[in-house]
């Protein structure tokens, strides 16, 4: 059998996990030294093939790659940058065969979400439209749960234990002040156009005037007088209301509220937070005081309370990753298939990347209640079993003791790449 290198890169907002996943790719790897000589990491995503920043995973200790389990973020640095069609810039192409060939690749791992998948997919096509023999697997990632197929993706497991556990808390603190403080309490989540991490919010109320008391989802068309009025009625039959909202919710005009005018790099509109916006309504329509919190970076990057559900799917997926390649296949997505709700089973399927690459999926109508501020026993029966165990990290002095990488570059061989 022919030796060849492998490329792994992470790509998109990293999570608590992703780094899991790259474990599972890199120990792999290195239990195959018949058929994969080294894993080169993307220094910053894609972005590192294109600049043919490598970095020379081999150089790092078993110790160290096992640390990345544990620890957040991405260890790499990701990016968010998506090719453009062979036809729109022909050059990127002719740069990533170059790399790859300078660099003796045949297998490239891409860890992210939806948009990772499209350059996955364009990169394994590589071989028959420019003649060079690649074999691209996307490893998926993304704390948003919008990637079709799969059950569920790594990262929203840990996002949803974080949310669901923060806003309890904050419920707990805003009922205790409320009879002279703060009535109304709102936690943005992340979501830009599926709510799967504001329905997450939703498994804090286990009983009856339990917070959150209203949830918002991206799915279900803003009406502000239903929501004032629920407010209302929440405040004076419980003294307070606890409201999780996804940064995506949109007026009946079909526009972001929170909409900055801005893009982002994948030219997705730039949102500008929308707890304020709703605070303000609150406080403008109904005069009670209220306090806002943006759970942002806090939320995909709380390692200390990840849901170990999510970390042994997000390692296997990056194990499955490999297997795959080493099967011979390409443009494939290793996913996860739910086998059982309760005791929660699930095994990991090969779902075609032509499937994946710019689908998102959606909140089922029949997960949101009819009035479309909270979840159902549908919903419930879904997210629980993905926020079930701990992992907890190793603590050192008091803190999470997070592994950082050498990362140390592999020596260029090209002429440089601007992009």
Known sequence: ??????????????????????????????????????????RNGIIGALTEDLIDTSLESAENIAALRHTPSGAFGSCRYKLKSLEANRAEY?????????????????????????????????????GYPIQAIHVPKTVD?????????????????????????????????SATSTKVFILEVMGRHAGWITAAC???????????????????????????????ECVKTHGYCVIGVSEGIKNKAGKFLSESGLTDAFGHAQLGGVAPTIANLVRDKLGYKYHWAVADYLQRAARHIAS?????????????AVRVALEGKNAIMPAIRRLEDAPYSWDIIEAPLKDVANVEKFMPRDFITDDGFHITDACRQYLSPLIQGEDIPPFKNGLPDYVRLQNLPVERKLAPFKV
């Open 145 to 177: 749960n919008d990637l079709p197929i799969t059950d569920c993706c790594p990262g929203f497991g840990s996002v949803a234990k974080y949310v669901a556990t923060s806003i309890r808390e904050a419920g707990y603190d805003v009922a205790s002040m």
């Open 202 to 232: 939703g498994l804090a109320s286990e009983a009856e005037g339990e917070a959150p008391h209203i949830l918002l989802f991206p799915e279900i068309e803003f009406d502000e007088a239903a929501f004032l009025a629920r407010v209302d």
């Open 94 to 130: 002719e740069r990533l065969i170059e790399v790859f060939k300078a660099h003796d690749i045949g297998y490239f791992f891409y860890n992210g979400g939806g948009d990772s998948a499209d350059t996955c997919l364009k990169v394994s096509q590589l071989a028959e439209t420019m």
């Open 1 to 42: 059998m022919t030796v060849k290198n492998a490329f792994y890169a992470q790509s998109g907002g990293v999570t608590a996990v992703i780094n899991a996943s790259a474990a599972g790719v890199i120990e792999t790897a290195r239990q195959h030294p018949d058929r994969i000589g080294k894993v080169y990491a993307g």
């Open 308 to 320: 170990k559900v999510d970390v042994d799917q997000a390692y296997a997926l990056g194990q499955a």
